[in-house]
């Protein structure tokens, strides 16, 4: 007997194939005490999720941008079509967090009480109840309330191992400042865009020695439209500024713990107003001798490019934790 007729003659061809086995996104929250308010976050769970309910999985948390928020990544950056994608491919099939992050440079703030950044929250209309925490330790929020809940809730592997963090622009400053301050918690980090050489003041196009800005006036005026916020997260003076620069961040773990340093992802586009700060922060790192995988692509600071290049950070995580 022929496949054909096995398959029931020539009119089984004409079936249309099956829908590709796709993920699926869920929204949560909880109560977070490091903020002292509930936050609501989005999870990715992939596609054998349902169907091997003795699976466990690694787990990469996915920061959103400046005036963003936890729904941006599914919405705008197209993240659960690329995971699913890979997933289709072969590749290790993560679960992803995208948390509500604030306008908040995921740190802990340099001004404790935020009624300012309540004020400034003009662009989102996020309710007070949501936007305005009254203990505003950001960092803390993600690497250790956001991750025990999600180790709590979810079938995860619950260990540094098989956790990284991700992120663009403000959210890949987040990412890699993650990785580097909680090196027990992440061992792995990418950046799309970031922020990654805050007080870069020159030169550009930019070669080493890098010039920093001597003082905040001078900050000021680098980010001007983007001020708002930098302040209050990062501080009113350089020298709360340099305490979270990811390359001060580095050598410091690279000197008191350099077994954990987290493995590094950054890329950024050609045309991105980011592109000298990235630049800097690879010298830094090759000064120190902490390697990381860098890439430049064509575009700029757009979610066109982050949809496009997302697929790569997602791949690039899931080779180093979901192993």
């Known amino acids: 007997m022929t496949l054909a007729a096995l398959c029931g003659g020539p009119a089984a ?32 769970l992939p ?6 309910p003795a699976g466990r999985y690694p787990v990469a948390y996915y920061l959103h941008g400046l005036w963003g928020r ?40 340099n001004a404790l009480g935020n009624a300012d950044a309540c004020r400034a929250d003009t662009t989102r209309r996020e309710p007070a109840a949501t936007y305005c925490v009254p203990w505003p330790h950001y960092d803390e929020y993600v690497a250790r309330d956001l991750v025990a809940r999600v180790d709590s809730a979810y079938r995860t592997r619950a260990d540094r191992a098989h956790r990284a963090v991700g992120g663009l622009s403000m959210g890949g400053y987040g990412a890699v400042s993650l990785a580097l301050r ?10 799309h865009s970031g922020v990654l050489a805050p007080l870069l003041a020159g030169p550009r196009p930019f070669a080493p020695p890098a010039r920093w800005a001597p003082t905040v006036d001078s900050l000021r005026a680098l980010y001007r439209g983007y001020w708002t916020t930098l302040p209050l997260a990062m501080g009113r003076d350089t020298a709360a500024w340099w305490a979270r620069d990811p390359g001060r961040l580095a050598a410091r773990l690279r000197q008191q713990r350099p077994r954990d340093l987290p493995a590094l992802f950054v890329d950024v586009g050609t045309e991105d107003v980011l592109l000298e700060q990235n630049r800097a922060f690879r010298a830094t790192l ?27 950070s997602l791949a690039w995580l899931g080779a180093r934790v979901g192993r």
Do not use: C
């Open 70 to 109: 936890e729904t941006d990544w599914a919405r705008l950056g197209a993240l659960p079509a690329a995971a699913d994608s890979l997933a289709r491919a072969g590749r290790p099939e993560l679960i992803v967090v995208m948390p509500d992050g604030d306008d908040s440079w995921y740190t802990t703030w």
């Open 286 to 312: 090759g000064a120190l001798g902490v390697p990381v995988d860098y890439a430049e692509w064509p575009g700029a600071h757009t979610w066109a490019y982050w949809r496009t290049h997302v697929g790569e």
């Open 182 to 191: 909680y090196p027990d918690v992440f061992a792995a980090a990418a950046s």
């Open 13 to 44: 061809s004409a079936q249309p194939a099956p829908n590709p086995p796709r993920g699926r996104v869920v929204t949560d929250s909880f109560w977070s005490p490091a903020l002292g308010t509930r936050k609501h976050f989005l999870v990715y």
């Open 47 to 52: 596609p054998s999720y349902d169907r091997a």
